[in-house]
Structure formats: structure tokens, C-alpha cells
């Protein structure tokens, strides 16, 4: 960029005077920084009711989904017993009786100071075979007991074991089985898998020192006891899964007698899905209504003027606003949402009555249950239609606001450059009219020079 020389020959202020006409030429392109500046407020703000729109539709499509409303409690009479309940449960109630614990099967083997060798002085294979009869050979890479638990955790076999310290310088290996319960049991021999078949292999535990200090047995429990009806159920854990449908049941201990497993609607649940489903339209609803509002502002002149929320004369985020409202507010099966305690507010948004809620649970609870799951639903799809990555209507609205902001950093980026031209221009032609008239000036005092110097003439 030039620069230029204040006023030397004019004795103007030439910067201030390229300055001032450069403030008027750049008129345009502060215009579109004001609309850059607009824009992006606009997208910020868009943005923030769109994470909103998208909290609401996780919400609404959880609650809309199948049995999302049907949330039961489970309680026993004893607390040897809890109980589980999921939403494909109903309610009722069943008597169990605990009569046995599962457990894992775990064995120890006489104690040794090393592993043992073959027939050839490698160290001896081992073999685990499961309760199926399937074989795990097991290849120590020496006779270090360290070697052989590696070797036999490494191999993923029906038990996991480690080295316990028997004294003297002795240790056991303990082995507990991988899998609860009857499932997991194991047998553990000194041998290869093919001596195993042939019968030929050591069992381990038939060592008078060694010892099967737990054996494998699934948890059993009765139902019905005492009656024709009894019927024992086992697991190979100690929970029972599905006792009834929909709810587990874990023991901590056998019960002296039968305990009651009562399952009952979660009111209280159900209630608190729907206060949050009203939370978060009012949450919605409360942006768009705080960004559209008008507010009365005072001038410089001490003048009362309206000015209007960045949303005032957006259609588009009205639609949305709209479209929520209908989901939230409109009948269902010809009932007003006011009867499950949903109440429209003359501010344009919800009011939520747990009471009212819980007393249409306790009259009607599968009714109240669906007309729940459709209002959310209704709200779920009109949060997806504004929020969808591709043809959301808010996601378009911020789409064509971030193309306008990319279509204004242009023009202005080509305004710099004009402006930058246009500053260059001004200067050289204030520099070269200096110049002219520096030069003018010099004439002017060799010219006045020359007549000081003219001979006088004499009178006549």
C-alpha cells in the first residue's frame, strides 16, 4: 500500500480527507458485516433450539417406545430375595421358596515344590475336561508352577488357576471353575488328552492330599411348595431370570420358608416420565418464546422504539414451535391430555397435575399408559422432522444460514481488495497532486525571484 504526505505543498490533511471518502465508499461492505454478524447470531441461536429439539426427540422416543410406559415395581417379603421387574413384566405375585445356592466348583491339588515330569523329562501335559466331556490339553513350558498356571489360564479352559503357598516351600494349585454353577463343573488329570480317553491318564483329585474344596451345583428353588403344584426351578447363577415374565429374582441366601415376590405398576415412575416429557417441550417452547419476544428500548434521543427477538417473522421456526404445541396439546382417543393432567397454559405452554396423572393410572392404567406413549410419540416425530440431519427443517434453516454467511465472507473478502485499490488510488492521486503543486510553488518563488531582479526603469 502507498502512503501519502499530509499537506506539504497544500497544507491539507490529505490522510483524513482519503479517510473520510474511504468511509464513504466502504459504506457497502459495513453493510454486509452488520448481515454477517446477524447471520451468525442466527445460526448460534438456531443451533441452541436445535439441541433442544434433539434432547426432546431422544426423550419422546424413549417414552414412545413398545411397553416404555409399562414400568413396574418388584418387592419381596424377605431380604434374602430382590426382585427385578422389566417392561414386558405384570403385575401380580408369586411365593418361591430358596432350598440351594449356587456355586463354582473349586478343587486343590496335593502340594508340590515343581510340576512333574513325563516318561521322556518334559514337564508333564495336564488335561481338563468339562461337563460336556470336552478335553483342554494343557503344554507347561517347564516344570515351575508359575509355567503351569500360565500355561492352563492361557489355554481358555473350563477353569482358571493360581499358585496357593502350602509351606515348607510347597505350593497347591487352586482351580475354580470358569462357569457357575452345574454347568461349570470340571475334572482336572496329569496326562495328555489321549491318555484321558485311554483311561491311562492321573486324576488329580484322587490324591489323598488333594481336595475339592467346593463342588459345582446350580441355585434351586421351589414354587408352590407344599402343594400338588410344586415345581423346582434351578439356575447357574443365583439368579432366577424370567421367575415370571418380565421379573428376576436373585437370592442371598436359602429361605426357611416361602417369601412373596409382589409385582405392582409403577406410578411413580410413569408420572416422572411424563413430568420430564412437559419439562422439555416447556424447555422448547420457552427458547422460541424468549427469541420472539418484542421488548420496548429507549434511543439515544430518549425515544420509546419495539425491538423484535431474532425469531420475530421467522415462519419456519413457527412451524416448529406450532408443530410441538399440536403434538403436546391435542386430543387423544377423543380425551384432552388436561385428563392425564397435561394442561395448556394461556402463556403457550404446560402445566403438568401428577395427581391427576395417578389417579387416571389407578382407574384406567393400560388407557393412560397408551395415551401416553401417542402423545410422546406425536412429540417425537414432530422433534424429528425439525431436527433430521438431512431434511429437518430447523437443520435446514441453519443450513441456509451458513451458505449466506460463506456467500457475505466473499463479497467482503472481494470489498478488502477494492477498497485496498481504491486506498492506493486516492493516495497516489493526492501524492501526485502535492507533487504538481510543490512544483507549482517552486515556479511561483523563481518567478517572483525573477521580477524582484528586473531592472527599474527611471522616470522620464
Known sequence: MGSSIDGLASGLNTTSIIDSLMAVEAQPRTQLQTKLAADQTMISTLQSLNSKLSSLKDLASGDSAV?????????????????????????????????????????????MSSWPTDGTGAPAHLTLVDSTGKQTEVIPASTSLDDVVTAINAA????????????????????????????????????????????TATDLMADPAAAVVKTAQDAKATLY??????????????????????????????????????????????????????????????????YSAVTQTTTASGATAAKGGIFVGNSGVRAVNDQVFSAMSMPVNGKSPAEYGINVTRDGNFTFDAAKLQSAL???????????????????????????????????????????VADLGSQISDWDQRLATRRQTLQSTFNAMETALGQLNAQQTWLTGQIAGLPKSSGA
Open 67 to 111: 411397553n416404555a410406559m409399562n414400568l413396574f415395581t418388584a418387592t419381596t417379603s424377605s431380604t434374602s430375595l430382590s426382585a427385578t421387574a422389566s417392561t414386558s413384566a405384570s403385575a401380580g405375585s408369586i411365593d418361591v421358596t430358596v432350598t440351594q445356592l449356587a456355586q463354582s466348583q473349586v478343587d486343590v491339588t496335593a502340594a
Open 156 to 199: 481358555s479352559g473350563p477353569a482358571r488357576a493360581v499358585k496357593v503357598p502350602a509351606g515348607n516351600g510347597t505350593y497347591r494349585l487352586q482351580l475354580t471353575a470358569s462357569t457357575s454353577g452345574a454347568a461349570g463343573a470340571f475334572r482336572v488329570y496329569q496326562g495328555t488328552a489321549a491318555q484321558v480317553s485311554a483311561g
Open 225 to 290: 411348595a407344599g402343594t400338588p403344584a410344586a415345581q423346582t426351578i434351578t439356575s447357574g447363577t443365583n439368579t432366577f431370570t424370567d421367575l415370571l415374565p418380565g421379573v428376576s429374582v436373585t437370592a442371598s441366601a436359602v429361605t426357611s420358608g416361602p417369601v412373596t415376590v409382589n409385582v405392582a405398576s409403577d406410578s411413580a415412575g410413569i408420572t416422572k416420565k411424563a413430568g420430564d416429557l412437559v419439562n422439555a417441550v416447556n424447555d422448547v417452547l420457552g427458547f422460541v418464546s424468549i
Open 362 to 404: 389407578a382407574s384406567d392404567p393400560s388407557g393412560t399408559q397408551a395415551a401416553l406413549q401417542t402423545i410422546a410419540s406425536r412429540v417425537s416425530d414432530a422433534a424429528t422432522s425439525a431436527t433430521d440431519p438431512f431434511s429437518g427443517s430447523v437443520t435446514a434453516l441453519i443450513k441456509g444460514q451458513q451458505s449466506e
